[in-house]
């Protein structure tokens, strides 16, 4: 099935610490998604600010840009058939892995709200958007 739309994952620095990468990406490719693009890279500040500029001046901002950039993270670009982020979203879990299901990512493997392993892009908006940000001149995917 061809690839329809994209949405970008982050497997967090506390995923490639704690050797999660190949769980979390597997899970994505078992339900049938595609791995479009996927990187291991370091972010810089910049780029962490730009990805979350939604959540600046939040009491947590500060943490979450030290998390972020705290170590390689596994960027990723995944392609799927339509609703693409919404799986992905519905398989990450809640934000708050304590209150993430079981059976999701978060819900399974995680226990505390930095390190809940894993970013998803939040709608097709965002999606496009974080792609544009991470994997600049990726063509987008059905267009
Ligand atoms: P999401 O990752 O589920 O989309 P967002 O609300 O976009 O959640 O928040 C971005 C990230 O910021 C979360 O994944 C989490 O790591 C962190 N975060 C969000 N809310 C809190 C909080 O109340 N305390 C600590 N960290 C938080
Ligand atoms: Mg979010």
Redesign the pocket.
């Known amino acids: 099935m061809p690839v329809q739309e994209t949405t970008l994952v982050i497997c ?1 620095p506390d995923a490639v610490a704690r050797g999660l990468v190949g769980e979390i990406l597997g899970r994505l490719e078992r339900r049938g998604l595609v791995l479009v693009r996927a990187e291991l890279r370091s972010i810089d500040a910049g780029t962490a600010a730009a990805h ?1 500029a ?2 600046e001046g ?3 901002y500060q ?2 840009i030290e ?1 972020i950039t705290s170590g390689p993270a596994l960027l990723a670009v995944v392609g799927g058939h339509s609703g693409t982020w919404r799986v992905v ?1 519905q398989m ?1 879990g ?3 892995p304590a209150e993430a299901a079981p059976g999701t990512i978060r819900g399974d493997l995680a226990l505390t ?4 392993l ?3 892009s ?1 709608s097709a908006a965002s999606a496009e958007r974080e792609v544009a940000l991470f994997f600049p001149g990726l063509p987008s995917a059905g267009r």
């Open positions: 967090k979350y939604e959540h939040k009491p947590f943490g979450l998390h979203r990450m809640a934000t708050n709200m930095t390190e809940n894993i970013h998803g939040d």
